[in-house]
């Protein structure tokens, strides 16, 4: 359990002090552990719906800005993998993330503490805490401490599958893809989605996975083999 000399430690590692501790508390805390701490802790969930956002704003803003010869698709691209689960966990271990990260008996006893997709959400959510305390110029600094200077090597060592599809399938205007929670199951320390990918109102994918992004990408996966297209 973190206690403040441990909040204290991680604010020294990610270079930025809290008004509000509370927030980096609640960016840490991942549901498991919330469950069993009912009365005293929100997970981090809502964070990390925030946080998601926000890392989205500040990556197009500076791919924006600085890389002013690439086209809009090579832009979307680039910063689909600045911003997937893969490089969000790998973001996550430069900060010693999964050291801070308060987990339930559960999740500790079958390996959460390094399972990516749980390192990754929680990256998201202390986004959100940093922007919450301290505003966008806050949470752009600490975001873009992570961006490597070398785009385009980084961009090749990532897959998005989700991007890919979407790129295909908008070269017809009229098509719409959709991702649908098929189902859930398992405990809360090991749950697993399961995500459809439809092509207008036809299922063309399924993916399964430890979290909804990985079961999407999953499901894109399936659904560009399908149509063909070689995955790696």
Do not use: W
Not at 125 to 132: D, E, H, T
């Amino acid at each position: 359990m973190c206690i403040n000399s441990d909040l204290n430690s991680f604010e020294e590692i990610i270079g930025y002090k809290f008004k509000d501790q509370k927030l980096l508390y609640e960016a840490l805390s991942h549901s498991s552990f919330a469950n069993e701490n009912k009365k005293h802790r929100r997970s981090n969930e809502r964070l990390e719906f925030l946080g998601d956002s926000v890392l989205s704003i500040v990556v197009s803003d500076y791919l924006f800005e600085n890389y002013t010869n690439l086209p809009e698709g090579q832009l979307t691209k680039v910063r689909a993998s600045l911003v997937c689960e893969s490089s969000l966990y790998e973001f996550s271990k430069k900060i010693n993330l999964s050291d801070y990260i308060m987990l339930g008996k559960g999740e500790e006893n079958t390996g959460g503490r390094n399972r990516p997709s749980i390192l990754a959400d929680a990256f998201e959510a202390v986004i959100a805490a940093v922007y919450l305390d301290g505003g966008i110029e806050a949470a752009t600094k600490f975001v873009l401490g992570f961006i490597p200077d070398d785009i385009t090597a980084f961009k090749s060592a990532r897959s998005d599958y989700k991007t890919v599809l979407q790129e295909i399938i908008q070269r017809n205007p009229e098509e719409k893809i959709e991702y649908f929670l098929k189902s859930e199951s398992g405990p809360d320390h090991n749950k697993e989605f399961t995500i459809q990918v439809k092509l207008n109102s036809n299922v063309i994918g399924e993916g399964k996975g430890h979290s909804k992004k990985q079961a999407e990408q999953m499901a894109a996966k399936e659904a560009l083999e399908l149509m063909g297209y070689e995955t790696f």
